[in-house]
Protein backbone atom coordinates (compact mmCIF):
# COMPACT_ATOMS: atom_id res chain seq x y z
CA UNK A 1 0.00 0.00 0.00
CA UNK A 2 1.47 3.44 -1.34
CA UNK A 3 0.34 7.01 -0.09
CA UNK A 4 -0.32 7.48 -3.97
CA UNK A 5 -3.67 9.20 -4.66
CA UNK A 6 -6.44 7.25 -5.29
CA UNK A 7 -9.35 8.19 -7.07
CA UNK A 8 -12.96 6.79 -5.64
CA UNK A 9 -15.76 7.57 -8.29
CA UNK A 10 -19.56 6.64 -8.00
CA UNK A 11 -21.70 6.24 -10.99
CA UNK A 12 -24.99 6.64 -9.72
CA UNK A 13 -26.49 6.12 -13.07
CA UNK A 14 -30.58 6.44 -12.99
CA UNK A 15 -30.73 6.91 -9.79
CA UNK A 16 -31.49 9.86 -7.23
CA UNK A 17 -33.70 13.17 -6.94
CA UNK A 18 -33.11 15.98 -4.92
CA UNK A 19 -33.44 14.46 -1.56
CA UNK A 20 -30.27 12.15 -2.22
CA UNK A 21 -27.98 15.15 -1.66
CA UNK A 22 -28.09 13.66 2.31
CA UNK A 23 -26.21 10.93 0.26
CA UNK A 24 -23.09 13.31 -1.31
CA UNK A 25 -23.15 15.21 2.13
CA UNK A 26 -22.29 12.64 4.61
CA UNK A 27 -19.50 10.98 1.38
CA UNK A 28 -18.19 14.65 1.76
CA UNK A 29 -17.89 14.65 5.26
CA UNK A 30 -15.84 11.68 5.54
CA UNK A 31 -13.76 12.81 2.64
CA UNK A 32 -13.53 15.89 4.57
CA UNK A 33 -12.49 13.88 7.69
CA UNK A 34 -10.47 11.54 6.36
CA UNK A 35 -7.66 14.15 4.06
CA UNK A 36 -4.96 13.43 6.72
CA UNK A 37 -5.58 9.91 6.82
CA UNK A 38 -5.94 8.68 3.47
CA UNK A 39 -4.62 10.21 -0.13
CA UNK A 40 -8.43 10.09 -2.15
CA UNK A 41 -9.79 11.81 -4.25
CA UNK A 42 -13.92 11.82 -4.32
CA UNK A 43 -15.86 12.18 -7.30
CA UNK A 44 -19.43 11.26 -7.89
CA UNK A 45 -21.42 11.05 -11.14
CA UNK A 46 -24.41 12.03 -11.05
CA UNK A 47 -28.03 12.43 -13.33
CA UNK A 48 -27.45 15.58 -15.31
CA UNK A 49 -31.15 16.86 -13.56
CA UNK A 50 -29.60 16.71 -10.23
CA UNK A 51 -25.42 18.49 -11.40
CA UNK A 52 -26.75 21.99 -10.34
CA UNK A 53 -28.90 21.33 -7.47
CA UNK A 54 -25.95 19.53 -6.15
CA UNK A 55 -23.31 21.84 -7.12
CA UNK A 56 -25.01 24.86 -5.23
CA UNK A 57 -25.52 22.85 -2.13
CA UNK A 58 -22.24 21.16 -1.72
CA UNK A 59 -19.70 23.78 -1.95
CA UNK A 60 -16.85 21.64 -1.10
CA UNK A 61 -12.53 20.57 -2.03
CA UNK A 62 -12.95 17.53 -1.45
CA UNK A 63 -15.65 16.19 -3.35
CA UNK A 64 -16.28 16.74 -6.69
CA UNK A 65 -19.52 16.25 -9.40
CA UNK A 66 -19.39 14.53 -12.58
CA UNK A 67 -21.51 13.53 -15.58
CA UNK A 68 -22.15 10.15 -16.76
CA UNK A 69 -22.63 10.70 -20.76
CA UNK A 70 -23.16 13.99 -23.25
CA UNK A 71 -23.81 14.79 -26.94
CA UNK A 72 -21.00 15.03 -29.50
CA UNK A 73 -22.20 18.39 -30.54
CA UNK A 74 -20.86 20.43 -28.28
CA UNK A 75 -23.03 23.95 -28.91
CA UNK A 76 -27.02 24.36 -29.06
CA UNK A 77 -28.95 22.57 -31.86
CA UNK A 78 -31.45 20.14 -32.98
CA UNK A 79 -31.16 17.44 -30.74
CA UNK A 80 -33.92 16.66 -28.72
CA UNK A 81 -33.39 15.25 -25.62
CA UNK A 82 -29.65 15.42 -25.36
CA UNK A 83 -27.12 17.65 -23.18
CA UNK A 84 -23.92 18.83 -24.39
CA UNK A 85 -20.35 19.41 -23.13
CA UNK A 86 -20.89 22.96 -22.42
CA UNK A 87 -24.28 22.30 -20.51
CA UNK A 88 -22.88 20.24 -17.97
CA UNK A 89 -19.39 22.24 -17.41
CA UNK A 90 -22.15 25.34 -16.93
CA UNK A 91 -24.37 22.84 -14.38
CA UNK A 92 -21.14 22.56 -12.02
CA UNK A 93 -19.47 18.85 -13.37
CA UNK A 94 -15.67 18.67 -13.24
CA UNK A 95 -15.53 15.24 -14.81
CA UNK A 96 -17.87 13.02 -17.03
CA UNK A 97 -17.86 9.28 -18.07
CA UNK A 98 -17.79 8.61 -21.51
CA UNK A 99 -17.74 5.24 -23.31
CA UNK A 100 -19.46 3.02 -20.83
CA UNK A 101 -20.17 -0.28 -21.79
CA UNK A 102 -24.29 0.56 -20.94
CA UNK A 103 -24.20 3.26 -23.77
CA UNK A 104 -21.83 1.36 -26.06
CA UNK A 105 -24.44 -1.83 -25.62
CA UNK A 106 -27.09 0.86 -27.27
CA UNK A 107 -24.97 1.39 -30.45
CA UNK A 108 -22.29 4.05 -29.25
CA UNK A 109 -19.11 3.01 -31.66
CA UNK A 110 -14.99 4.39 -30.85
CA UNK A 111 -16.08 7.16 -33.77
CA UNK A 112 -18.88 8.70 -31.86
CA UNK A 113 -17.11 7.97 -27.96
CA UNK A 114 -14.09 9.67 -29.31
CA UNK A 115 -16.08 12.66 -30.88
CA UNK A 116 -17.48 13.16 -27.41
CA UNK A 117 -14.38 13.14 -25.68
CA UNK A 118 -13.36 15.88 -27.92
CA UNK A 119 -16.16 17.59 -26.79
CA UNK A 120 -15.81 17.63 -23.06
CA UNK A 121 -11.79 18.12 -23.16
CA UNK A 122 -12.71 21.04 -25.03
CA UNK A 123 -14.71 22.49 -21.84
CA UNK A 124 -12.28 21.24 -19.54
CA UNK A 125 -13.87 18.47 -18.06
CA UNK A 126 -11.97 15.03 -16.83
CA UNK A 127 -13.02 12.55 -18.70
CA UNK A 128 -13.44 9.05 -17.35
CA UNK A 129 -13.22 7.13 -20.29
CA UNK A 130 -14.27 3.19 -20.09
CA UNK A 131 -13.34 0.10 -21.61
CA UNK A 132 -13.25 -3.49 -21.45
CA UNK A 133 -14.53 -6.67 -23.26
CA UNK A 134 -17.58 -8.17 -22.59
CA UNK A 135 -18.06 -12.50 -21.82
CA UNK A 136 -18.12 -13.44 -25.26
CA UNK A 137 -14.71 -11.39 -26.03
CA UNK A 138 -13.02 -12.96 -23.11
CA UNK A 139 -13.57 -16.48 -23.58
CA UNK A 140 -12.63 -15.48 -27.42
CA UNK A 141 -9.41 -14.85 -26.26
CA UNK A 142 -10.08 -10.93 -27.57
CA UNK A 143 -9.50 -9.19 -24.53
CA UNK A 144 -6.57 -7.30 -24.94
CA UNK A 145 -7.01 -7.17 -28.70
CA UNK A 146 -10.41 -5.32 -27.71
CA UNK A 147 -9.03 -2.64 -25.36
CA UNK A 148 -6.17 -1.91 -27.92
CA UNK A 149 -9.33 -1.17 -30.40
CA UNK A 150 -10.89 0.73 -27.84
CA UNK A 151 -8.03 2.90 -26.75
CA UNK A 152 -6.79 3.47 -30.35
CA UNK A 153 -10.52 3.94 -31.53
CA UNK A 154 -11.59 6.40 -29.38
CA UNK A 155 -8.63 8.84 -27.99
CA UNK A 156 -6.60 11.25 -30.28
CA UNK A 157 -2.78 11.83 -30.36
CA UNK A 158 -3.74 15.63 -30.04
CA UNK A 159 -6.18 15.50 -26.74
CA UNK A 160 -4.85 16.66 -23.99
CA UNK A 161 -4.42 13.08 -22.33
CA UNK A 162 -3.56 14.46 -18.93
CA UNK A 163 -7.10 15.16 -18.65
CA UNK A 164 -8.02 11.32 -19.52
CA UNK A 165 -8.21 8.80 -16.87
CA UNK A 166 -8.87 5.39 -17.68
CA UNK A 167 -11.41 3.31 -16.45
CA UNK A 168 -11.25 -0.12 -16.96
CA UNK A 169 -14.82 -2.44 -17.07
CA UNK A 170 -15.05 -6.05 -17.76
CA UNK A 171 -18.94 -6.27 -19.08
CA UNK A 172 -18.96 -9.34 -18.02
CA UNK A 173 -18.53 -7.71 -14.33
CA UNK A 174 -20.69 -5.17 -14.12
CA UNK A 175 -23.55 -6.07 -11.87
CA UNK A 176 -22.65 -9.64 -11.37
CA UNK A 177 -21.06 -10.04 -8.61
CA UNK A 178 -17.95 -11.36 -10.42
CA UNK A 179 -14.66 -10.48 -10.25
CA UNK A 180 -11.59 -10.67 -12.07
CA UNK A 181 -9.06 -13.26 -10.65
CA UNK A 182 -6.26 -11.00 -9.27
CA UNK A 183 -3.22 -11.95 -11.40
CA UNK A 184 -5.01 -11.62 -14.25
CA UNK A 185 -6.70 -7.92 -13.57
CA UNK A 186 -2.98 -6.78 -12.65
CA UNK A 187 -2.26 -8.01 -16.16
CA UNK A 188 -4.53 -6.27 -17.76
CA UNK A 189 -3.80 -2.57 -16.21
CA UNK A 190 -0.42 -3.03 -17.00
CA UNK A 191 -1.05 -4.02 -20.46
CA UNK A 192 -3.55 -0.62 -20.67
CA UNK A 193 -0.73 1.29 -19.12
CA UNK A 194 1.47 0.20 -21.17
CA UNK A 195 -0.37 0.05 -24.55
CA UNK A 196 -1.15 3.83 -24.04
CA UNK A 197 2.64 4.78 -23.45
CA UNK A 198 3.52 2.74 -26.83
CA UNK A 199 0.84 4.64 -28.58
CA UNK A 200 0.89 8.15 -27.93
CA UNK A 201 4.73 7.94 -27.63
CA UNK A 202 5.03 9.18 -23.76
CA UNK A 203 7.11 8.16 -21.05
CA UNK A 204 3.96 9.80 -18.58
CA UNK A 205 1.98 6.67 -17.34
CA UNK A 206 -1.92 6.99 -17.70
CA UNK A 207 -4.76 6.65 -14.45
CA UNK A 208 -6.65 3.60 -14.58
CA UNK A 209 -9.26 2.79 -12.45
CA UNK A 210 -10.95 -0.68 -11.83
CA UNK A 211 -14.86 -1.12 -12.14
CA UNK A 212 -16.73 -3.49 -11.97
CA UNK A 213 -18.79 -5.47 -8.73
CA UNK A 214 -16.56 -3.30 -6.55
CA UNK A 215 -18.10 -3.46 -2.79
CA UNK A 216 -17.06 -3.09 0.59
CA UNK A 217 -15.67 -6.99 0.75
CA UNK A 218 -13.99 -7.55 -2.06
CA UNK A 219 -12.39 -4.37 -2.21
CA UNK A 220 -9.51 -5.59 0.34
CA UNK A 221 -8.53 -8.20 -2.61
CA UNK A 222 -7.92 -5.12 -4.91
CA UNK A 223 -5.70 -3.37 -2.76
CA UNK A 224 -2.53 -5.55 -3.52
CA UNK A 225 -2.25 -4.47 -7.02
CA UNK A 226 -0.53 -1.44 -6.69
CA UNK A 227 -1.14 -0.15 -10.47
CA UNK A 228 -4.71 0.14 -10.11
CA UNK A 229 -4.88 3.97 -9.20
CA UNK A 230 -8.89 3.79 -8.10
CA UNK A 231 -12.11 2.74 -8.48
CA UNK A 232 -15.45 3.38 -10.64
CA UNK A 233 -18.44 1.98 -8.23
CA UNK A 234 -21.60 1.31 -9.42
CA UNK A 235 -24.34 0.26 -7.77
CA UNK A 236 -22.82 0.75 -4.06
CA UNK A 237 -22.16 4.42 -4.47
CA UNK A 238 -25.95 4.93 -4.48
CA UNK A 239 -25.98 4.50 -0.32
CA UNK A 240 -23.17 6.38 1.59
CA UNK A 241 -22.25 3.43 4.01
CA UNK A 242 -21.39 1.38 1.28
CA UNK A 243 -19.29 3.69 -0.47
CA UNK A 244 -17.63 4.97 2.67
CA UNK A 245 -16.87 1.37 3.76
CA UNK A 246 -15.42 0.90 0.40
CA UNK A 247 -12.92 3.45 1.32
CA UNK A 248 -12.23 2.24 4.68
CA UNK A 249 -11.81 -1.25 3.46
CA UNK A 250 -9.33 -0.59 1.19
CA UNK A 251 -6.73 1.34 3.51
CA UNK A 252 -6.84 -1.17 6.45
Not at 100 to 121: C, D, F, V, Y
Not at 226 to 237: N, T
Request: proline share 2%; aromatic share 12%; charged share 25%.
Amino acid sequence: MTNKLKYFIGNWKMFGDFGSFKIINKINKFSQKSQQKFNIKTVLCVPTTLLHFFNKKIKSKYISLGAQNCHHHNEYGPFTGSVSASMIKKSGAKFIILGHSENRSGGETNQLIKKKIKSALSEKLRVIFCIGETLKEKKAGQTFSILKKQIRGSLDKKFNLESVILAYEPVWSIGTNKIPKINQLQEKIKFIKSEFKKYFNTKKVPLVLYGGSVNNKNITLFSSIPEIDGFLIGGASQSSKKFIDIIKNYYK
